[in-house]
């Protein structure tokens, strides 16, 4: 019964914290529970009928977050007979049955290899009067065959494998989300193409280890076929992947990101740190020769490419050589953007016990050096483009003072956000549609196009977006592996879809 009064659908809440991984499971939980009855809670609802946090455990505070946003919900819920708290992700998986113990209040707790179970926890923790706590070892069906209710009519992640096979001594995902698990090449473009008969432009490929894509069924160019069979995909307009590994990135991977046009020239390859003797430490199985190496073969095929990456500061062992290497290895890389992190014990990680843990002032100073030497590079790589013209997909929310400067904002083709005026077009210009505009300035983070845009093409996800159209897609079901001709492309679904 997903009913809190004769005739009134229940209503829902996705919290989501966390990865690209995150979001996309908490798009999978949406789409389960509007298959099961439940409607999506406005905005403005502080007391929807089911609340449910979809937690990350990388992070040092995701703990200390999760428990006070439950902490908050306790009172609403006592005023509210029938709410229901469920707790899923990454951090459900590590405290399991302790957040029940340290959250009474909460009524289903679930893993990661079980989110298609939500609806029924939900409906058993209500007629049982008691919590319900279910995490799996395993992964009970590939997160793509479930209902997926889409935040976008423009983006889409597309999920390719699940799991990682490394074994990083600052990571705990290894242990939540558990091995690789591939899908077939067939499985991943019929779902491409569900998307496209949606409206979407632009997909990104998803994995915790993108491009060691296809070890599981003993193809170690898989990934570069799969971006090449992308690129037949009609009216496909941007594929972009994310997170590769500098120890399986492989030349025809390059080659197919220079030679398949709809492929963004935009890669994303975490560093992490730019000393060899830290690298080993993290059990990271490339040195920064290696990795400085992928990113002159990506440029000599793509002069053009915008680089980003992830970086530590402070592991445990790092010295002021160590650190000082890394800011070498950054100058050299010349990043577009780097996302950089503060190290943080994470109970169950080797890293969590080796001797050398630094002093917080240490690492807070390492960092804002870190950053100041970012911040110069981006900039300055940044500035090179006034003056270029940039086709930018209109996105929403990417520009918190739009609303203030009569701007709107998107994607450039390369991953740069861009703030671009309308001029003429103002009223006119929908997430989703096309502009091609010339950059007028440049900051560390992102682009200004102060003058009217010079071109505008309306879209189909545009045209959604305009009509408020709710995007979703049914599940794609996961089959044996197999590499060669995909199989035929479901019907095309209702609405639109993405992320």
Same mark, same amino acid.
């Given at each position: 019964m997903t009913t809190a009064a004769a005739g009134s659908p229940r209503t829902y809440q996705v919290r989501t914290y966390g990865c690209q991984m995150n979001v996309h499971d908490s798009e999978r939980i949406s789409g389960l529970l509007e298959d099961a009855g439940y409607v999506r809670a406005a905005e403005a609802d502080e007391q929807p009928d089911v609340v449910v946090f979809n937690t990350c455990a990388v992070r040092e505070n995701a703990d200390n977050r999760l428990y006070g946003n439950l902490g908050h919900l306790r009172p609403v819920k006592a005023k509210h007979p029938g709410m229901q708290i469920a707790v899923g992700g990454c951090l459900a998986q590590k405290d399991r049955g302790d957040i029940v113990r340290k959250a009474p209040w909460v009524d289903v707790v679930f893993g990661t290899h079980n989110i298609g179970s939500l609806p029924a926890l939900l409906d058993r923790?209500?007629?049982?009067?008691?919590?319900?706590?279910?995490?799996?070892?395993?992964?009970?069906?590939?997160?793509?065959?479930?209902?997926?209710?889409?935040?976008?009519?423009?983006?889409?992640?597309?999920?390719?494998?699940?799991?990682?096979?490394?074994?990083?001594?600052?990571? #705990?995902?290894?242990?939540? =989300?558990?091995?690789?698990?591939?899908?077939? *090449?067939? $499985?991943?473009?019929?779902? +491409?193409? &569900?998307?496209?008969?949606?409206?979407?432009?632009?997909?990104?490929?998803?994995?915790?280890?993108?491009?060691?894509?296809?070890?599981?069924?003993?193809?170690?160019?898989?990934?570069?076929?799969?971006?090449?069979?992308?690129?037949? #995909?009609?009216?496909?307009? =941007?594929?972009?992947?994310?997170?590769?590994? *500098?120890? $399986?990135?492989?030349?025809? +991977?390059? &080659?197919?990101?220079?030679?398949?046009?709809?492929?963004?020239?935009?890669?994303?390859?975490?560093?992490?740190?730019?000393?060899?003797?830290?690298?080993?430490?993290?059990?990271?199985?490339?040195?920064?020769?290696?990795?400085?190496? #992928?990113?002159?073969?990506? =440029?000599?095929?793509?002069?053009?490419?915008?680089?980003?990456?992830?970086?530590?500061?402070?592991f445990p062992g790092e010295t002021e050589a160590d650190f000082a290497r890394t800011l070498d290895v950054v100058r050299e890389a010349r990043f577009s953007s780097a996302f950089t992190f503060q190290y943080s014990k994470r109970p169950g990680t080797p890293a969590a016990t080796m001797d050398g843990q630094l002093p917080k002032q240490v690492v807070q100073e390492r960092y804002e050096r870190l950053i100041a030497c970012v911040e110069e590079i981006t900039w300055a790589e940044n500035k090179k483009l006034i003056g270029e013209t940039v086709e930018v997909l209109v996105a929403v929310g990417e520009g918190r003072k739009d609303e203030r400067t009569g701007r709107m904002s998107g994607r450039a083709r390369d991953g740069r956000l861009v703030h671009f005026a309308t001029g003429d077009l103002a009223g006119r210009i929908r997430p989703g549609d096309i502009v091609h505009t010339t950059v007028t300035y440049a900051a560390p983070h992102h682009l200004n196009a102060d003058g009217a845009p010079l071109a505008h093409r309306r879209t189909r996800a545009g045209d959604a977006a305009e009509a408020g159209q709710v995007p979703r897609t049914p599940g794609v079901l996961l089959g044996l592996p197999t590499i060669g001709a995909p199989a035929a492309p479901p019907a095309p679904v209702g609405g639109c879809a993405a992320h």
């Open positions: 923790a209500r007629h049982n009067a008691a919590a319900e706590v279910e995490i799996l070892e395993s992964l009970e069906v590939f997160p793509s065959t479930l209902p997926t209710r889409r935040e976008s009519t423009y983006a889409g992640w597309v999920s390719i494998s699940v799991g990682c096979n490394n074994t990083c001594t600052f990571c #705990i995902v290894p242990s939540l =989300r558990g091995k690789e698990k591939d899908r077939r *090449p067939g $499985d991943i473009l019929s779902e +491409v193409r &569900a998307l496209v008969d949606s409206g979407v432009l632009e997909v990104t490929l998803l994995g915790q280890n993108v491009n060691s894509y296809g070890v599981e069924f003993g193809d170690r160019y898989a990934f570069g076929k799969l971006l090449r069979a992308c690129g037949d #995909i009609d009216g496909l307009e =941007r594929v972009r992947f994310t997170s590769p590994h *500098p120890k $399986d990135f492989t030349d025809d +991977v390059i &080659a197919a990101m220079a030679e398949t046009p709809n492929v963004c020239h935009s890669l994303h390859m975490p560093l992490q740190s730019g000393s060899d003797g830290v690298l080993r430490a993290m059990r990271r199985s490339y040195r920064s020769e290696r990795y400085l190496g #992928i990113i002159e073969k990506v =440029r000599a095929a793509m002069p053009d490419a915008a680089i980003t990456t992830d970086i530590i500061v402070g």
